[in-house]
């Protein structure tokens, strides 16, 4: 007889004595740091917009207009090759490039210049840390205009991030001249893909549309990127608003000139030309498209549930849980294209658990962002869940170590849809994403997933959906609003909501922007506002619908920031709410996005748009000049020396006899706070377990005969029936014998 079953009962038994449910896992909090929101989007009719708007972010052309510059915003004393002449790496910078922030630069500057370090970090292998006293340097600063010197000049060198400069994307294109990079528009192959109208450049900027020869620049074998951050708009230095870049093909037209952030393009070619073999953050995505289903590997014993790769175009539609499955994945939402995974739960036992991990994942950071796409459509009687765990690892071996406490468990009815599921999580410095699920009895059960990614940085603070995106922009009219329901930046924190207008807004005094989606943020009375401080002051924030692009490395979100003032015009709309849920005057973007632009991208994917809204805090750093204050997460470790952080033993990992591994977890729910330890729990029942195991096991061995010919379990060997725990902490695996135990 398995001495591991008297351990689980003994333990069952404590819980239910101690008043703590069996399967009491414990979820994120909706209204915590991580805020989801997805059914409670109500509409805003009125038919005026009662919201504040800024104005929208400039071209860098129309800021640095009336500078003396170089192709518009380079600062170059003279003409320098910097990629092809025998010595051009004497002007390339070495892959950590000293930076300092002068006491000119702003707390909004400083938070964009924040952001762009860490996307440089995620995408290619080049980083910007603090200046110790390193000789080669840059220094960001605020003079007029947005503008950069191309190539490593020697010494100290000014990156100019003025008014109006204070944009990721912005600050990403004058980094890269700095890098050595000059514009798209400027390659030798530029006039076979645009044609520059001399016609309308005003008259003395003919100079911004010089191009080099290859023999000058190298391309590093990169397409002309249309898509380039690299590129100017179709209006660069334009007379009166007439097209001056007019690419050959029409569909580029609007595309050139995005500042989003990095192409794909753009990233190649940096990466190229300073030897970046891998990213300094790192990033991992499984669309379970590949053969090898991106290293996912099963977990358990032989006649557990399995998880089972579905292809859309091959495997069989016909089985008792195929049959249920969607005939889309998330990755594509084409019917009959793709693949995902999801559990066999056909003639299988309530209960029964299937366990998949990933491959080994590492991080740099002591936070990331994991992301997955699930699908879940149970019968409202059936019991079937899914609980998604990280798990921490040998660093030597790669063995589980510890399981830890679950993420998220998911349980109910979701529907005939596939989901998102985004949340700030903190791994060891090697892990693996965990998901077990167990099934409720019932074949047309679906459990399943797909598009799993990590990203070495945190989640935004909140995200929200708007779903049937398409019904909603064809319904909605002018000034109507998609309000979310209310969200909060931290526990205690501020309470907001956001505004959207599918159909943009207008007023009695202007035809308003109706080809545009209008996107606002909102402060509203919430929980904590007693206990926080008012107004609402210098608080970064940035608002972004999210390019649903399933890899995260070649994501173009849309986004635009601002900073909260006190002092500025809209300070009524910073001021403490007057009571709970009464909302302040929103504050945004009319322009956010081109309503055209939504169809460009992933921006809709499964007919939702995905927002977010990132909130940060930048009073603390107001006057200061250390160039990591505000970077919350930096990288703490290099990749090639990856180091074991010391870890929580929350759950142990036991060897069964048959070399499978075992979850042993008891977990108090939501209000208690002390564990009960396996060992514990066993010696208060010693004396009672074996009885309570000997009545339990004859039962079911006894139902399991009586319904032996109604159950086909396909692992049935001489009429045994093998029992899987539904939890991973409920180790309850045993078996009846045919005339014996």
């Not at 915003?73 to 990629?83: A, F, S, V």
């Not at 190539?151 to 980094?175: D, F, L, V, W, Y």
């Amino acid at each position: 007889m398995d001495v591991r079953i008297f351990t689980y009962l003994a333990a069952m038994l404590a819980l239910s004595q101690a008043g703590i449910p069996r399967a009491g896992l414990m979820g994120l909090d909706q209204k915590g740091p991580i805020a989801r929101v997805r059914k409670t989007l109500r509409k805003d009719t009125s038919t005026e917009p009662k919201a504040f708007y800024l104005d929208e972010q400039a071209e860098i052309t129309d800021i640095n207009k009336d500078l003396s510059l170089q192709e518009g915003d380079i600062m170059q004393l003279k003409q320098r090759n910097t990629l092809l002449s025998p010595t051009y790496e004497e002007y390339l910078w070495p892959k950590e490039i000293p930076v300092i922030y002068d006491g000119t630069i702003s707390l909004l500057a400083k938070a964009a210049i924040d952001e762009t370090r860490r996307e440089y970090e995620l995408r290619t292998c080049l980083s910007l840390p603090e200046r110790t006293d390193e000789e080669n340097f840059i220094q960001f600063t605020t003079l007029s205009g947005c503008w950069s010197y191309v190539g490593m000049n020697g010494g100290s060198q000014n990156i100019s991030i003025g008014r109006g400069c204070e944009k990721m994307a912005t600050i990403e294109h004058e980094i890269m001249h700095a890098l050595g990079i000059w514009h798209e528009q400027s390659r030798a192959d530029r006039d076979d893909y645009v044609e520059i109208v001399w016609d309308y450049v005003g008259e003395g900027r003919e100079h911004n549309f010089n191009n080099y020869p290859f023999n000058e620049t190298d391309d590093r074998r990169v397409p002309y990127d249309f898509n380039s951050v690299m590129h100017y708009s179709k209006t660069a230095f334009t007379i009166d608003g007439n097209t001056t870049i007019q690419t050959r093909d029409p569909t580029f037209e609007d595309v050139i000139g995005q500042r989003s952030t990095f192409s794909p393009g753009d990233i190649t070619k940096i990466n190229r030309m300073y030897d970046c073999s891998d990213t300094l953050r790192v990033s991992n995505h499984v669309n379970f498209d590949e053969q090898n289903i991106g290293g996912f590997s099963q977990q358990g014993l032989q006649s557990d549930a399995k998880w089972l790769k579905h292809d859309l175009a091959t495997s069989d539609t016909s089985g008792a849980t195929t049959r249920y499955l969607p005939t889309f994945d998330a990755t594509l939402g084409i019917e009959g294209e793709g693949s995902f995974m999801y559990l066999d739960t056909g003639n299988r036992f309530p209960g029964q658990a299937g366990l998949i991990k990933s491959m080994r994942y590492t991080s740099t950071v002591a936070h990331q962002c994991l992301e997955f796409w699930y699908y879940m459509n149970v019968g409202s009687s059936s019991q079937a869940a899914m609980t998604v765990y990280i798990a921490a690892l040998d660093p030597v071996t790669g063995e589980i170590t510890s399981y830890g406490s679950p993420l998220q468990t998911f349980q109910g009815q979701y529907g005939d849809e596939w989901n998102v599921q985004r949340m700030t999580i903190s791994a060891q410095s090697s892990y693996r994403i965990v998901f077990y699920a167990k099934t409720g009895g019932y074949p047309s059960d679906v459990i399943a997933i797909d598009d799993v990614s990590v990203q070495d940085r945190e989640c935004d603070t909140a995200y929200f959906t708007v779903n049937d995106y398409t019904e909603k922009a064809n319904t909605y009219g002018v000034n109507e609003a998609i309000i979310s329901d209310t969200m909060y930046t931290g526990t205690p924190g501020y309470a907001f909501q956001a505004v959207i207008y599918p159909n943009g807004s207008q007023s009695a005094v202007d035809a308003g922007y109706t080809d545009y989606l209008g996107f606002s943020f909102q402060l509203v009375g919430g929980k904590y506002d007693d206990e926080l401080e008012w107004p609402f002051d210098k608080q970064y924030i940035r608002l972004l619908i999210t390019d649903q692009d399933p890899n995260p490395q070649t994501r173009m979100n849309w986004y635009y920031n601002f900073l909260t003032s006190k002092d500025s015009s809209l300070n009524a709309s910073w001021e403490k709410p007057t009571g709970l849920g009464v909302a302040n005057t929103p504050v945004g973007y009319r322009t956010f996005m081109p309503k055209w632009r939504m169809n460009t991208r992933s921006y809709l994917r499964h007919d939702t748009a995905y927002y977010s809204i990132q909130v940060t805090d930048m009073r603390p750093y107001e006057g200061s000049t250390e160039i990591s204050a505000k970077m919350s997460n930096p990288v703490l470790r290099k990749r090639d020396s990856i180091l074991a952080i010391p870890e929580q033993n929350v759950l142990s990992v036991e060897s069964t006899p048959d070399g499978d591994d075992e979850l042993i977890d008891y977990r108090p729910d939501d209000n208690e706070q002390d564990m009960i330890s396996v060992k514990s729990a066993s010696i208060i029942v010693t004396v009672t377990s074996g009885i309570v195991f000997l009545i339990m096991a004859f039962a079911i061995c006894a139902v399991a005969k009586a319904n032996r010919n109604r159950l086909q379990m396909e692992y049935t060997i001489m009429n045994n029936i093998r029992y899987i725990g539904p939890e991973p902490g409920e180790t309850m695996k045993y078996k009846c014998m045919k005339g014996k135990v």
